[in-house]
């Protein structure tokens, strides 16, 4: 079984549109993939319709959450996506993406680069906006050479010179509001140092104990040495281990598959999950 639980699509800042990614996925010989995008639900009508046979689906989204002024990714699988508490603290980050978005246009345009809100609309269709699209249009312009390049504190890093917040939630309440909705939560690439200031050991145990299920460890953003300390923090702390690949399309460079989560953990994951069920692929257009 190979079983990849963290992937974007168009619907957020992905490049594969959603039927494309679950039709990827099955061809590069995935059994369970995880659709996570950023703060939204949007893509899942679409993969599911498009979900080859042999594929099955774990509904999920990425939520963007802060503490002490750290930025962290939430992972949330299998909740029921029309609870009305989770759904308005997901709309209220997602719908703040786009004041934010203009508002780093407008340091851009101090600093002289010549980027608009209509190119990065453009380039983000109806995917709910973040600095990868952004990027892509400074890599248009010719300002870097590819998206990377633009996570500097030159540019749009965290604190770089066109950074801007958007709200993000906390994560307790993420944790709690997931629960309520019968879903699992998983912090994403808990020790990514290349994204920034990380999160410290301490608040992942204050989370572990306000029900958090399990962190993500097989992650590109984590070295060896990382991945082995993170193994031993969830061992203490009774959490389970996810590895995935965070698929992204041409946006990154990692391939789906390219990190799996284990098929014990993955069952403990839909056992654990009670807001909806994985869903079998039957062979879609
Ligand atoms: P946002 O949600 O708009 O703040 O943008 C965060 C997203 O930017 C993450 O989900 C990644 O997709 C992407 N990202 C963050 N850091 C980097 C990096 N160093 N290189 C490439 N992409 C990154
Ligand atoms: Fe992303
Ligand atoms: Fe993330
Ligand atoms: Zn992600």
Redesign the pocket.
Known sequence: MRIDLHT?STAS?GTDTPAELVRRAGAAGLDVIGLTD?DTTRGYAEAIAALPAGLTLVTGA?L?CRIDGV?M?MLAYLFDAEEPALLAERELVRDD?VPRAKGMIAKLNELGVPVTWEQVARIAGDGS????HI?TALVELGVVPT??DA?TRQWL?DGGRAYVE?HESDPFEAIRLVKAAGGVTVFAHPAAV??GRTVPESAIAAMAEAGLDGIEVDHMDHDPETRARLRGLAGDLGLLVTGSS?Y?GS??TVALGEFTTDPEIYGEITRRAAGAFPVPGAGGV
């Open positions: 974007h800042d950023h990425e963007s930025g990714h993406r906006v973040g600095r990868p990027a998206v990377s996570f890093a958007k290349k994204r965070d992204h946006r990154k």
